[in-house]
């Protein structure tokens, strides 16, 4: 499995972008696919991600972010709203697809006027 993302880039405070990421290989009916975030000098940590019944978002972007997938096209897109300066990150998506995880190359966004 092989993962693509895009979409990172710079913005100014207040703003969105939107981040793709798709899996490309054999695959069939993923299990989660999500977005992490590492800051410069933090550790990785969940955004969010999405299963078949159910979606997760971490505290400090609820509200603000919107994660959804296109199971079709294996894509899983991340949309950013009101973006802060502390959500300045490389942001890195996953899936688990037969209790393996597979990560794609990230994508740095920047957040800042």
């Known amino acids: 499995v092989q993962l693509q993302a895009s979409g990172g880039g710079l913005v100014q405070p207040g703003g969105s972008l939107r981040l793709s990421c798709a899996a490309s290989?054999?695959?069939?009916?993923?299990?989660?696919m999500g977005w992490y975030q590492q800051a410069p000098g933090k550790q990785r940590e969940l955004v969010a991600d999405i299963s078949s019944d159910r979606t997760y978002y971490a505290d400090s972007v609820k509200g603000r972010f919107t994660i959804s997938r296109d199971n079709a096209k294996n894509t899983v897109y991340l949309l950013m709203n009101s973006l802060k300066p502390e959500d300045t990150a490389v942001y890195y998506c996953?899936?688990?697809?037969?209790?393996?995880?597979?990560w794609g190359q990230g994508t740095l966004v920047t957040v800042s006027s």
């Open positions: 996953y899936v688990r697809y037969w209790g393996t995880t597979y």
């Open positions: 290989g054999s695959v069939f009916s993923i299990d989660f």
